[in-house]
T-cell receptor, first 109, second 113 residues
């Protein structure tokens, strides 16, 4: 079966760096997405990786290793507004999105 | 900015009622999707549509139907609501093209009593 694994919850301190991991086993691979979802709101797009390596976008970076079935989202200089759930989703060989359950990130002052 | 609008933010319905959830997008996207989101589970795809009058079943279509009569509007219908359909429902749209991200509406929290 197809599976996306990410930690259920993480806690970090304001101003610090946090890495949220995502491992996947899917039938084929056509890209990996990260979304941010604040409580009670819609998910919003953060990043897309289809080739191996690091994509940097301001304070957020996303890394992909296709051979390891692994990605991470790196958040630097954490701010209180970064408290949210972070969703990992993989597009399989049929171009269908497979979603992880999300990682709830709690930022403490 | 793309705007995806869901008609209701909160809905409370009784078991057995027919329920309509409406979704409208303003960016001429070809593809539209209905998901449900439950605690501890990933987003689960109910139905999707690649074109007007076209629909495809997702992972959990049972108990649901959809309608896409116009490109901008995608409706989700619960023919006879049941308590296990209490959930957050998210509509999304995306243009065709590899790597195009989904744009989500704000969601409808449906409670069936």
């Amino acid at each position: 079966g197809q599976n996306i694994d990410q930690p259920t919850e993480m806690t970090a301190t304001e101003g610090a760096i946090v890495q949220i991991n995502c491992t996947y086993q899917t039938s084929g691979f056509n890209g990996l997405f990260w979304y941010q979802q604040h409580a009670g709101e819609a998910p919003t797009f953060l990043s897309y990786n289809v080739l191996d390596g690091l994509e940097e976008k301001g304070r957020f970076s996303s890394f992909l290793s296709r051979s390891k079935g692994y990605s991470y989202l790196l958040l630097k200089e954490l701010q209180m507004k970064d408290s949210a759930s972070y969703l990992c989703a993989v597009m399989d060989s049929n171009y269908q999105l497979i979603w992880g359950a999300g990682t709830k990130l709690i930022i403490k002052p | 900015d793309v705007k995806v609008t869901q008609s209701s933010r909160y809905l409370v319905k009784r078991t057995g009622e027919k329920v309509f959830l409406e979704c409208v997008q303003d960016m001429d996207h070809e593809n539209m999707f209905w998901y449900r989101q439950d605690p501890g589970l990933g987003l689960r795809l109910i139905y999707f549509s690649y074109d007007v009058k076209m629909k495809e079943k997702g992972d959990i279509p049972e108990g649901y139907s959809v309608s896409r009569e116009k490109k901008e509007r995608f409706s989700l219908i619960l023919e006879s609501a049941s308590t296990n359909q209490t959930s957050m429902y998210l509509c999304a749209s995306t243009p065709s093209g590899e790597g195009s991200p989904l744009h989500f509406g704000n969601g409808t929290r449906l409670t069936v009593t």
